[in-house]
C-alpha cells in the first residue's frame, strides 16, 4: 500500500524556486509543466517503493534523482516525508536537511 506524500514547507518552498527560475528563463511554463509531471511521477514511485531513493549518510534519509534534480525524503512508519528538492550542482555545503 502506498504511504502518503508530505512536504516540507522548506521542499515546497524549493521546488516553487525552481519552477519560477524555469518559467522566466523560457518565458513559459511548458518545462515547469512537465517538471510538475515528473515530480508527480517520481512521488508517486516513492510512495509505492519508499526504498527505490538511494541512501544516505544521514540515517534514513534517501534521495531520487529526478531530471537534474534530487529530491531528499526521509521514511516515516507511516507517511513519506519530503525534506528539500536540490539541484546537485549547487555548492553542497549549503544543502540543509
Not at 511554463?29 to 531513493?53: C, Q, V
Not at 528539500?84 to 536537511?97: A, C, D, G, S
Request: hydrophobic share 40%.
Amino acid at each position: 500500500m502506498a504511504k502518503q506524500v508530505i512536504w516540507s514547507s522548506q521542499a515546497e518552498q524549493e521546488f516553487a524556486n525552481i519552477l519560477e527560475y524555469w518559467t522566466n528563463k523560457n518565458r513559459s511554463t511548458t518545462f515547469s509543466n512537465k517538471l510538475i509531471d515528473l515530480f508527480e511521477e517520481a512521488t508517486e514511485l516513492i510512495s509505492i517503493y519508499p526504498e527505490i531513493g538511494q541512501l544516505t549518510d544521514i540515517e534514513n534519509v534517501r534521495h531520487k534523482l529526478v531530471r537534474d534534480y534530487l529530491i531528499f525524503y526521509r521514511i516515516d512508519s507511516d507517511a513519506i516525508n519530503i525534506l528539500t528538492v536540490w539541484n546537485p550542482r549547487q555548492n553542497p555545503n549549503k544543502l540543509k536537511l
